[in-house]
C-alpha cells in the first residue's frame, strides 16, 4: 500500500495563500490520478481538485480560479497551490492516488481573521 504524507497546511488570513504538499512512497506514482479532498468539521469528505497521469486537471466548482493542482513524478509529490482563501476553505486536506485506498493524515488548513 502507498503510505502518504501531506504537509503545508496552517493557519491563514483570509484572502491568503498555502501551497499544501503531498509525498507518496511506492512505486508507479506516476501511471495514476491524484486527488485532493478535504473535510470540514460535520461535513462530508469532499473532492477539491485531481490531475491525470496526462496532467489534465478538474476542480470543484467552489475552488476554480483560486486552487491549482500540480504533480512531480520524479518527486513523486501532489501539489496544491491554493490562492484567495476562505474562511469556508478551512478544513483537513487528504490527498489520495486512484490506485490505491490508503489514506494519509491530512494536514488542517485554517483560515481566519
Known amino acids: 500500500q502507498v503510505q502518504l504524507v501531506e504537509s503545508g497546511g496552517g493557519t491563514v488570513q483570509p484572502g491568503g495563500s498555502l501551497t499544501l504538499s503531498c509525498a507518496a512512497s511506492?512505486?508507479?506514482?506516476?501511471?495514476?490520478?491524484w486527488t485532493w479532498y478535504r473535510q470540514a468539521p460535520g461535513n462530508q469528505r469532499e473532492l477539491v481538485a485531481l490531475?491525470?497521469?496526462?496532467?489534465?486537471?478538474n476542480y470543484a466548482d467552489f475552488v476554480k480560479g483560486r486552487f491549482t493542482i500540480s504533480r512531480d513524478n520524479a518527486k513523486k509529490t501532489v501539489y496544491l497551490q491554493m490562492n484567495s482563501l476562505q474562511p469556508e476553505d478551512t478544513a483537513v486536506y487528504y490527498c489520495?492516488?486512484?490506485?490505491?485506498?490508503?489514506w494519509g493524515k491530512g494536514t488542517l488548513v485554517n483560515v481566519s481573521s
Open positions: 489520495k492516488s486512484g490506485g490505491s485506498t490508503s
Open positions: 490531475i491525470t497521469p496526462g496532467r489534465n486537471t
Open positions: 511506492g512505486s508507479a506514482f506516476n501511471i495514476y490520478t
